[in-house]
């Protein structure tokens, strides 16, 4: 009995697949709302860069950059952080856009596409490997510390975090250049 209640424990890609759910939710809502007021579409893509920016850091941090450190094949690590990257671009290029236009609705479609793909690539490719190389017990402890992370890292500002995301890139081995770069991230939360 007490051996099933701790087999039930959830683990990292449970939690990841519950902010998935939200984020593919949130991009339906988005989709749906292209033709709206400025200040739902806005609304929408806030909310939206609330889901995506503190999942993609502590993801990275917690799942892509353990795997790193077992020696899993990287190449897909690297194809995911350019992915986020490349999310968070389209984000900030979204908001920046003031009034709805042709590029604008092109760039909205695209970035929708783009981050489904991205989610679906990392439930179907991502999560055997992670299952993979991690005990249940050892995804469960990843699991704290992937939430324990996220609402710090959602009151930074787009710098700091687009620091910390190199911060991630970072090979694990370099250590030291890690700390400092998550150093300077925590004092230039704001
Ligand atoms: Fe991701
Ligand atoms: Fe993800």
Redesign the pocket.
């Known amino acids: 009995m007490a051996q099933k209640k701790i087999q039930n424990k959830r683990t990292v890609l449970d939690f990841?697949k519950d902010?998935?759910d939200r984020m593919r939710s949130l991009i339906r809502k988005f989709r749906d709302n292209l033709d709206a007021k400025p200040e739902k579409r806005s609304a929408l893509l806030r909310r939206i860069r609330d889901e995506v920016v503190p999942?993609?850091r502590a993801?990275e941090d917690v799942v892509y950059n353990n795997m790193r450190k077992v020696d899993a094949p990287t190449d897909w690590v690297y194809h995911g952080f350019l992915e986020h990257a490349e999310t968070e671009a389209q984000l900030h290029a979204l908001e920046a856009m003031e009034a709805i236009h042709v590029e604008w609705r092109k760039l909205a479609e695209k970035f929708c596409d783009d981050l489904e793909h991205?989610?679906r690539e990392?439930e179907e490719e991502l999560f055997p490997q992670v299952r993979a190389a991690f005990s249940h017990a050892e995804l469960e402890g990843m699991a704290d510390k992937f939430r324990s992370q996220k609402p710090e890292i959602r009151e930074r500002g787009a710098i700091s975090n687009t620091i910390a995301m190199v911060g991630n890139l970072v090979t694990p081995s370099l250590n030291e250049v890690q700390n400092f770069v998550r150093e300077k991230v925590t004092s230039w939360r704001h």
């Open positions: 990841i902010d998935h999942h993609a993801e991205h989610i990392e």
